[in-house]
């Protein structure tokens, strides 16, 4: 297979030359993994513990070194990027306690004693985007090998260096060989071998509906078990009532954290009528003031886009004549710069306002009340997450209940945190990651009745 050359999407200069993985090398990878696994159930939960402890322990110590690689491979910004290795290094210490609490149930019955066992799941693999390399590779790995699971991951083809890295660190921290691989290569190759191979017996997938849908698919010939995270159009739902300075200081890192390729971008404000023009005031210098440019440099928000193509992608959703309220900076030169945009007023069909755009685009809608406000907002095939801001604490519980999405903040924009359930409603995906019940993604349910009757 060719090497695949990393680019510094700030710079279009090269990173790094990474090793394809060929379907051969990839079977021989599930084979390993089929070897590990009998061992690795086996080990004894507060063994596993310590394992995973270890793990996170490494992982932190080389923290700097992984958020240098993200910002040069994939453009992160550099603060961002060591939010998100401390986030792989947090979650693996968070499913660290989960061996010695993978608890069953004693079920009452006649006849005799009746107990659950979470069982492992077999080989599991983690197909990763490339927006959040790092965070979403340790929302997959840790909880599968919490649950005793051996792990294979396939990186975006674009973004494989921190993930790579991370497997190495696996094996320094003591895990066994074989419990953790990464193997580096295109989804069509990799990713195909993992859906298709019956040895592998769960997919967690993250990525766009479209291949999602197609991913979904192959797991069906075999019933292969699948977690799906995919694309997004969230809402950002801000009535007259709110705290409007705060919702339009917050609401451009919402929409442009990570120069919006993030599936949980707000990218539609909906901003009830009476306070719109105010709220369009307050929102300009917010949108000015976002520090758009080099991602190594200290105090900088927003990089560039992952690719020239995914820019131009960006782009096509604004084209000239497009209704540009207005927009943020973005350098000259090298790099896939896209400035931050803003759109109003809107056409209900125009694609920027009902697709995914994955970039630093947001468009703006006024809305007249409470009901067309909930009705705007679930007229979308997608479902992942959501802000409403209001000083109603009763509309507050409304609202976030009748919005169809995963996750919903008020009078916040958080999305993830490892402590709590993160996915999506509709086609936003399937199954949830984090917090405290993730394991059962990774566990079957074993029913055991042993009878008491001589
Ligand atoms: P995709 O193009 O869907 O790719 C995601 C991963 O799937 C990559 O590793 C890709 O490999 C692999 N892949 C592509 N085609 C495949 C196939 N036919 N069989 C098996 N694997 C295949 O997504 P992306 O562009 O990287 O990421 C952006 C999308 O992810 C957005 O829609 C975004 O909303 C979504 N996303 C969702 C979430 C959550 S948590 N819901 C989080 C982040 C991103 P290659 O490297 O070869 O492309």
Redesign the pocket.
């Known amino acids: 297979m060719p090497a695949f050359t990393v680019l510094n999407p700030a710079t279009e200069e090269p990173v790094a030359e990474v090793e394809q993985t060929s379907a051969a090398q990839a079977d021989a990878a599930i084979t390993r993994a089929v070897a590990a696994q009998a061992a690795w159930r086996a080990v004894a939960p507060g063994d596993r513990a310590a394992l995973l402890r270890a793990f996170a322990d490494v992982v932190d110590a080389h923290i700097g070194e992984l958020a240098e690689l993200e910002t040069a491979g994939s453009g992160h910004p550099a603060g961002q990027a060591r939010w998100e290795a401390g986030n792989v290094r947090d979650v693996l210490r968070y499913y660290s306690a989960a061996p010695e609490r993978l608890c069953g149930k004693q079920i009452p019955v006649p006849g005799g004693l009746d107990v659950t066992f979470h069982e492992p799941v077999g080989v599991v693999g983690v197909?990763?985007?490339?927006?959040?390399p790092m965070p979403?590779l340790g929302?997959g790995v840790a909880p599968a090998l919490a649950a005793g699971n051996p792990v294979i991951a396939?990186?975006?083809?674009?973004t494989p260096l921190t993930a790579v890295r991370i497997g190495e660190l696996a094996l320094e921290a003591g895990l066994p060989e074989g419990v953790f691989q990464v193997l580096p290569?295109?989804?069509?190759v990799?990713?195909?071998r993992?859906?298709g191979h019956p040895d592998v017996r769960k997919i967690v997938?993250?990525?766009?509906?479209?291949?999602?849908r197609?991913?979904m698919a192959?797991c069906a010939r075999q019933v292969k078990r699948v977690t799906m995270?995919?694309?997004?159009k969230s809402a950002n739902i801000v009535f007259a009532d709110a705290d409007l300075e705060k919702a339009a200081a917050t609401a451009p890192v919402a929409a442009f954290d990570n120069a919006g390729?993030?599936?949980?971008a707000r990218s539609r404000i909906l901003v009830q009528r009476d306070v719109y023009h105010r709220f369009m005031e307050l929102l300009e210098p917010a949108v000015k003031a976002v520090a758009v440019g080099d991602p190594a440099r200290e105090g900088t928000e927003m990089g560039p886009l992952i690719s020239a193509e995914h820019r131009a992608k960006v782009a096509s959703y604004v084209p000239d004549g497009a209704p540009v309220a207005f927009r943020g900076s973005a350098p000259e030169g090298p790099g896939y710069w896209y400035p931050p945009t803003v759109l109003a007023p809107v056409r209900p069909d125009d694609p920027a306002y009902t697709e995914?755009v994955?970039g630093p685009v947001v468009a703006v809608v006024p809305f007249e009340d409470e009901a067309q406000a909930v009705a705007m907002a679930n007229d979308t095939p997608y479902g992942?997450s959501g802000s409403v801001w209001t000083r109603d604490v009763g509309r507050a519980i409304r609202v976030a209940r009748a919005v169809e999405t995963g996750n919903l903040s008020v009078n916040s924009h958080s999305s993830?945190r490892y402590w709590t359930p993160?996915?999506?409603f509709k086609q936003?995906?399937l199954g949830r990651?984090l917090g405290p019940d993730a394991l059962d993604a990774f566990t079957e349910t074993k029913n055991v009745f042993i009878a008491t009757d001589s």
Do not use: H, M
């Open positions: 197909i990763v985007p490339w927006n959040f979403i929302w396939k990186p975006a083809e674009r290569g295109k989804g069509s990799v990713g195909q993992l859906i997938f993250t990525g766009s509906s479209e291949v999602g197609e991913i192959g995270e995919l694309g997004g390729q993030d599936c949980c995914e994955f992942l993830v993160f996915g999506g936003s995906g990651e």
